[in-house]
């Protein structure tokens, strides 16, 4: 991956003048560079981070492996697309092994999940099964520590 892509997906709060220090690029080099991937679509967003356990006692997050049966001419575009025009569907994997698409999830509570499970994902044609996992507890997220609690014991070797 390009340094300037790595150093983004690091922190994408870097200014311009910052990244040209960091890659030995002109500011003036670094915001094409910027641009040109955000108009070809490398660059799709930008997001912060967010410890959910802090920001909402209530955010749930699961995954959801689904069984499908491939459309003629479509494969699992079709499908995955109408998955991911769903609201709290926050991402959409073909996968390889014993499913076929990994969907994540967020929401409220269990009901609001077990209904969207029930009545929108599960009675779509050509979805054959669901597995429903809950998170419990984030440790890392896209490469940043979760886990803010200090175990003040310290380790214990015996």
Known sequence: MDQLLTLLKENARLSTSELATMTGMTEAAVAAKIAAYEN???????????NEELA????????????????????????ANTIMGFD???SVYLMSGSFDL?????GT????????????????DGVV????HFVLKRYKDRGVCMDTEIDERGLVAP
């Open 88 to 90: 709290g569907v926050e």
């Open 109 to 124: 509570d269990y009901k609001e999940i077990a209904l969207f499970v029930a009545r929108r994902l599960s009675t779509l």
């Open 56 to 79: 909402d006692k209530n955010a749930l997050t699961c995954f959801i492996e689904v069984k499908v049966t491939p459309k003629a001419k479509q494969g699992f575009d079709e499908l």
């Open 40 to 50: 070809n679509g490398t660059i799709r967003g930008y997001q912060a981070i967010i």
């Open 129 to 132: 099964s669901t597995s429903t």
């Open 102 to 106: 990994a969907v994540t999830l967020s």
